[in-house]
């Protein structure tokens, strides 16, 4: 089963990964005693538990290349998946279900459980918002977090200056965060792959920088603090209440932005963002605008990180920029791209896996960051595709389609 | 031969300079309404760019080129882009296949639709009776071009999922769906088997018929002679010969340019 060259690559890897981690898993330095502890045990595990992944991961490799699948047509689980949630039996029961468990959420657990749940629905509508730019009309955006600071500052200023409320300033933050989409569309209309991609980190420094140096705008780094939280009708609520009021607008704010990303997918400007993606000179040449095309695209996508920013801002009621760097682009991003590009769904479970996830494995202590890393990884090999590969829509034509 | 009608395609003095290479040297070409033009020259002649700089894909350095689509004012194609030129009503296909690989074959000639038809953000999320109505007259014409074109049983496939036959008809059929007056092949022959060819030689002559005049780049000489009303000859970016097929098959200067250095003519 396993020839000789295999074995011998495998031993390869293994003690190239005993190489890398041995300062981290083997030396420790006992700064109190000035003593260094080795931890040869450490080094033994690291080697036999990369040989043995490395070899399970050969043997899945060539055991997928031999199978006579088309790799080409969505296949498997994907598939299955999905015609497992789309089945009509199944849908009505199933969307009940979840709907029970969305709405009895916040009773059933704790106020922290609530608000991580929060969090990651939060994430689910910048994954979706994201997915435009990035998974449906392919512009690699990562500088997205700029609209989601554009939005929380809109919110931070205009309440603490001016004291508009929450629902004054939701539409305000939106559409500012078009208006920044178009802005930063219109430099990078012909720019396409790794320069627009540069272009774009570099605009969400930017603005970042912005924010952290114009002292007498955004007050610096010390941020905006006291920003009111979302009213409700008037009345006062209690902390615990108002998480749980928070929690169901993002449920709300989930479903109405499920509902729009789709229609708008499957839409004649769906359908242009698609072909944008798949081969812009031919798309230009089959009579669609270019210009117009992305530019709604980036407009549309910085909408949702708008709306989201004001809600963050409500939530935490004390916004600075620290909480707009790179490091917050990449992980929606990597929630498209882990959820599948392009799908619902996907981003959906995406924003679930990697918000939970890190969350729950606070367990692991100090190897938290790491095991999430290689879960990033390994899922990235497995399926580069992402969990949910984009589908499109069939067609039915009665009577004429065999 | 009797040329009342104005012509839907009208070229002049085109030119066209990569750097020191010439590609297209004063060239002249017109399209009259109703006709199948050829285009042919040997490897490098510059028919690809002459494609190129009438649909707007590249900016010709010199000369004039006019689109006078039926019963319709004439336009100065100079400099606009391609999706504003598609619009006026010529279109094509390429070369090297440029399919929406990962969109399914009627998404792909959906998108021809998409300079006929106006929804937008309001009513991709609003869905209006309007926008409805226009989404299924989109899906219903690029139904019916498909049969047309004989694709009709994998409307669901991916494009990148058909043979090579089957792309270059979707090709055809992507472009039919903007409503040229004039269609621009790019070699439609390419890559296909004998029977193929045949099929596509219906097509064109189908396409020809219903109103859509069309000027195609092809190597393949019999295709070339038998579906022709006129041909140019091009060499080196110049026009070395026009005239019907006979005509241009029996001029000296294509056979030494042309038929003479090349076995498969
Ligand atoms: N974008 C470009 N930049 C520089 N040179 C180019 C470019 N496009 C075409 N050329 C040159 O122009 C000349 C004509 O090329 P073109 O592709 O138009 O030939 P063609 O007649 O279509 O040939 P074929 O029959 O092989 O398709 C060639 O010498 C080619 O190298
Ligand atoms: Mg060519």
């Avoid at chain 1, 990651?120 to 700029?146: H, K, R, S, T, W």
């Amino acid at each position: 089963m396993m020839n000789r060259a295999e074995i011998k690559r495998s031993l390869g890897v293994s003690l190239w990964f005993v190489f890398l981690t041995f300062p981290l898993m083997v030396v420790r330095v006992d700064s109190i005693n000035e003593t260094i502890e080795w931890r040869w045990m450490n080094m033994l595990w690291v080697g036999l538990g990369s040989f043995v992944l490395s070899l399970v991961s050969r043997w899945y490799f060539r055991h997928r290349e031999t199978r006579a699948s088309n790799p080409l047509e969505p296949s498997g689980v994907s598939l299955q998946i999905r015609s497992w949630f789309t089945d009509p039996k199944h849908r009505w029961p199933l969307l009940a279900l979840l709907a029970l468990i969305a709405v009895a959420f916040p009773f059933t657990f704790s106020a922290y459980q609530t608000n991580i749940m929060t969090t990651a629905l939060m994430y689910v509508v910048l994954g979706l918002g994201l997915n435009i730019v990035v998974g449906l009309a392919g512009l690699l955006d990562l500088g997205y977090v700029a609209f989601y600071l554009v939005g929380a500052y809109s919110y931070g200023l205009l309440n603490t200056h001016f004291d508009l409320g929450f629902w004054t300033v939701l539409p305000i933050g939106a559409l500012l965060a078009a208006i920044f989409g178009v802005l930063l569309g219109f430099p990078v209309l012909r720019l396409r792959g790794d320069y627009l991609a540069i272009v774009t980190l570099a605009f969400g420094e930017i603005i970042r920088l912005v924010m952290e140096n114009w002292n007498d705008f955004s007050r610096g780094p010390s941020g905006i603090s006291n920003i009111d939280r979302p009213g409700f009708f008037g009345i006062d609520l209690t902390l615990n209440q108002s998480i749980t009021y928070l929690y169901f607008l993002m449920l709300v704010m989930v479903v109405v932005t499920i509902f729009v990303v789709n229609r708008l997918q499957d839409s004649r400007i769906g359908r242009a963002w698609l072909a944008l993606r798949e081969d812009d000179i031919a798309c230009q040449a089959m009579g669609i605008d270019k210009t117009k095309t992305k530019l709604t695209a980036f407009a549309l996508g910085a909408t949702w990180a708008g709306m989201v920013g004001v809600i963050f801002a409500a939530k935490t009621t004390f916004i600075n920029p620290a909480s707009f760097t790179f490091l917050e682009s990449a992980i929606i991003l990597a929630i498209v791209v882990l959820g599948g590009m392009g799908s619902i769904l996907g981003v959906i479970i995406g924003a679930f896996v990697l918000i939970l996830l890190p969350e729950y494995l606070r367990a692991l202590s100090d190897y938290r960051m790491l095991a999430f890393g290689a879960i990033m990884v390994t899922m990235m090999v497995f399926r580069p595709q992402g969990i949910i590969a984009n589908v499109r829509r069939r067609y039915e034509f009665k009577g004429k389609v065999s | 031969m009797p040329q009342s009608a104005q012509a839907i395609l009208e070229v002049k003095d085109l030119s066209m300079a990569f750097g020191g290479i010439q590609a297209l040297d004063n060239l002249d070409l017109d399209v009259h309404g109703g006709e199948i033009v050829a285009l042919i020259g040997p490897n490098g002649a510059g028919k690809t760019t002459f494609f190129n700089c009438v649909t707007g894909l590249y900016k010709p350095t010199g000369g004039d080129v006019l689109l006078t689509p039926p019963g319709r004012k004439t336009s100065r194609l100079n400099g606009l882009k391609p999706n504003v030129i598609a619009k006026k009503g010529m279109a094509r296909t390429f070369q090297n296949i440029r399919l929406f690989q990962n969109m399914t074959v009627l998404e792909n000639v959906m998108i021809g639709r998409h300079c006929r038809t106006r929804a937008f953000v309001f009513g991709a999320i609003f869905r209006p009776p309007q926008t409805r109505r226009e989404e299924q007259d989109i899906v219903d014409r690029s139904y019916a071009i498909l049969e047309k074109v004989g694709l009709a049983h994998v409307v669901n496939d991916f494009s990148k999922n058909l043979s090579y036959g089957q792309q270059r008809r979707l090709e055809i059929a992507r472009a039919l769906a903007t409503e040229p007056s004039l269609l621009l092949l790019d070699e439609p022959a390419a890559g296909m088997n004998p029977q193929e060819t045949h099929e596509l030689e219906q097509l064109i002559q189908r396409i020809r018929d219903e109103g859509h005049a069309v000027l195609l780049i092809e190597h393949d000489m019999k295709l070339v002679m038998s579906l022709s009303d006129r041909v140019y000859v091009m060499d080196y970016g110049k026009r070395i010969a026009a005239g019907s097929p006979e005509e241009v098959s029996a001029d000296p200067a294509v056979i030494k340019a042309y038929l003479g250095e090349s076995d498969d003519a």
